[in-house]
């Protein structure tokens, strides 16, 4: 077995929802990550955000989620998660095993 020093390299993490829409950007990666998170999930994390941190009502959330965020996301965001190299299910968690 052959053993081989790795040293450090620079490396640019970029974050957002919407950085795969974009060719050039993508373009300017080495490798893509998607963190998949089912919507149910991600709508009761913005509910629950917006409700506590924003002090917005159920409904402003309600109505703002199906107005614009959701189809947007199924417009934009959830097409682009083709360009990911690699893709993380259940954003990234792990279920918790029964013994």
């Known amino acids: 077995m052959e053993t081989r020093p790795v040293y450090p390299h620079r490396v640019v993490l970029v974050e957002g929802i919407l950085i795969f829409a974009d060719k050039a950007l993508r373009k300017l990666m080495d490798v893509k990550i998607y963190v998949d998170t ?58 918790s095993r029964s013994t």
């Open 38 to 95: 089912d919507a149910d999930l991600r709508f009761i994390r913005r509910l629950e955000r917006d409700i506590a941190e924003r002090g917005r009502t159920m409904e402003s959330v309600v109505r703002q989620y199906m107005e614009t965020v959701r189809p947007m996301h199924l417009e934009f965001v959830e097409p682009s998660k083709r360009y990911a190299d690699i893709i993380i299910p259940e954003g990234g968690s792990t279920p």
